[in-house]
């Protein structure tokens, strides 16, 4: 039984068919060479003694073992021996086809026929599918009065699940219901990143006639399925307006202006039409997986941006390769000469004799450079090719002037991001807030550049303001100002305290998650002192908005004030 553990399996048996021309072969030679090498037939016996030496047949005998033996090694190395059974991950062509979930962000989600409320039950449904469907692309629109991008088509599973809890109805900068500018926005992600193809899910309470021809005439020749979830009862519920220091379940009824309470209802009519109507599924949220199920979405499809759902599956790997070396050295036995020398140079140490390093030899310049980026940024700068990964070592190696010179050269709304960042780390606010603006006009869904933008402007200010103090306190004729509850310079005693503290721009490069450390500048005795006290920089960064519900809505209202301003 042992024995049989270590016989190999083989990958290639077709090539047994070689083993009886081998041996044909063998003998055809051997009885050519006999034949052409006895010349006893062919001279006379008088010339025998003289001209021939005695035939060595055994001799003869033993090249053509040794050359069967070659021919028998090489043959068993095309069978493909395999000695050890390898688990290779292998991919089933099943994927999850791209995905647009589109959510109805009006107060109707605030009733609470399924409690506490149809919003939160919604937010959850959404992470539940979102897990489900692991690393696939999805994306999340959120629509009242007007359509909004809260996730773009990628599978970051993380910013979703944080972007979704942050969800509330008032963050939307214009009241009403449009689903269809919604799914139309969706249709756009969708042709954008998916080539036009995918899935759109609608969460809704209901649409009017004008959503309902809209969405039909959207969906006419287009590769794209609308699965439609109805969110609430039909037999409706009060919503429940949250108070500003409470949540929804003790916030006030909403009302109109009667003074009645206001009850929203699940037109689950204009939902079950536009299911007919476009060739739609449709089904009632539920607490648990079976409306997803029952709408297919986790049926399989062939895209290009989806995951692949993987399996272990065992796999034979040809190690004939190992064979290749006993067939070198037989080969070397039939050299005439200096074949024990070739011999013993097969094992003989090697000697390093390499004019170039290993890294150069092996690795690629950008390879180097990924390997250096991480301790000495600064190296890895000189060794890439990419303008954006030269950028980006430079950044990390606090050359924060030359990084912003090669971002500028990238025009992409990341670049200048970046490159907005490291003007702001270089102290230069104004440059960085022209920076932050360009790539907001590229891409206005771009949050983080949002923040900073509106984080640079209020310093900028706050400087302005402090100027301005400054030299109200040096000349006394000018009118000073009550600085009282505002964020105002310190007095020229509170200056000349902090005679060597940092820079005002300091305290905006430390919210910018820069990678490294900002270097502290020491004013020289000649410059004015502009640095703000300890306390001061304490209160203006409290200020600071860290609520990702609040940068939501600045985001929403910049989108919506762009459209508005549109030509």
């Known amino acids: 039984m042992e024995l049989f553990d270590y016989w190999p399996q083989w990958t290639r048996l077709y090539w047994l068919a070689g083993f009886p021309v081998i041996l044909l072969l063998i003998i055809a030679f051997y009885k050519a060479h006999k034949i052409q090498s006895n010349w006893h037939f062919f001279l006379p016996k008088a010339f025998h003694s003289a001209l021939l030496t005695q035939y060595n047949e055994k001799k003869s005998k033993r090249r053509y073992w040794l050359l069967g033996t070659a021919w028998f090694i ?24 791209p995905l647009i979930i589109v959510i109805q962000l009006t107060p109707d989600l605030l009733a609470n026929d399924l409690p506490p409320s149809r919003l939160h039950h919604v937010q959850s449904k959404v992470m539940e599918l979102l897990r489900l469907r692991q690393s696939a692309y999805s994306s999340i629109v959120v629509y009242a009065g007007s359509p909004h991008t809260l996730v773009p088509l990628s599978n970051d599973l993380v910013t979703s699940q944080n972007l979704l809890q942050a969800l509330r109805p008032d963050l939307m900068p214009k009241p009403g219901q449009r689903a269809d500018l919604a799914i139309q926005r969706a249709i756009e992600l969708l042709r954008h990143g998916a080539q036009g193809k995918g899935q759109v899910l ?28 109805g969110v609430g009862s039909t037999a409706g519920a009060p919503i429940i307006e949250p108070d500003s220091t409470s949540n929804a379940q003790q916030g006030h009824f909403m009302t109109d202006n009667d003074g009645a309470i206001v009850l929203s209802r699940l037109n689950e009519v204009s939902l079950q039409l536009l299911s007919q109507r476009t060739n739609s599924p449709y089904t009632q949220l539920r607490y648990d997986a079976s409306d997803l199920n029952e709408l297919g979405l986790f049926n399989s499809t062939q895209n290009n941006f989806t995951t692949t759902l993987k399996e272990q599956k065992p796999t034979l790997q040809d190690q004939g390769y190992w064979l ?23 094992f003989a140490p090697p000697t390093q004799v390499f004019a170039l390093s290993l890294n ?43 990084a912003a010179n090669l971002y500028e050269q990238i025009n992409t709304p990341q670049a200048h991001y970046n490159r907005g960042n490291a003007l702001a780390l270089a102290g230069l606010l104004q440059e960085a807030a022209i920076a932050y603006e360009q790539a907001l006009r590229q891409n206005p869904e771009l949050l983080a550049a949002q923040y900073n933008l509106n984080l640079v402007d209020k310093h900028l200010k706050a400087q302005k303001r402090q100027t301005k103090n400054e030299k109200t306190a040096t000349n006394p004729s000018l009118p000073t100002e009550n600085a ?37 500048i020491k004013n020289s005795p000649n410059e004015s002192e502009s640095a703000p006290s300890q306390l001061h920089l304490e209160r203006w960064l409290e200020q600071i908005p860290d609520n990702p519900s609040e940068l939501l809505k600045r985001k929403f209202w910049y989108e919506q004030s762009l459209q508005e301003n549109a030509p």
């Open 74 to 97: 090489s043959l068993l190395a095309l069978l493909g021996p395999n000695w050890h059974t390898y688990t290779k991950q292998t991919s089933q062509e099943q994927y999850f086809a």
């Open 484 to 520: 009282a509850g505002s964020i105002t310079a310190p007095t020229t005693s509170q200056a000349m305290d902090h005679k060597n503290s940092t820079p005002t721009q300091n305290s905006v490069t430390d919210s910018l998650g820069s990678p490294t450390p900002v270097p502290h």
């Open 202 to 229: 609608l969460f809704s309470t209901g649409i009017t006639s004008l959503e309902l021809n809209t969405i039909e005439k959207l969906l006419k020749r287009q590769p794209i399925a609308l699965k439609i979830i």
């Open 324 to 346: 290749v070396l006993p067939v070198l050295l037989l080969t070397l036995l039939f050299a005439r000469r200096g074949s024990l020398l070739v011999l013993l140079l097969c």
């Open 360 to 402: 150069e030899l092996w690795l690629r310049s950008d390879q180097q450079a990924a390997k250096l980026l991480e301790h000495t940024p600064k190296q890895a700068a000189e060794y890439f090719n990419d303008l954006q990964w030269r950028a980006t070592a430079l950044y990390l190696a606090e050359d924060y002037i030359a």
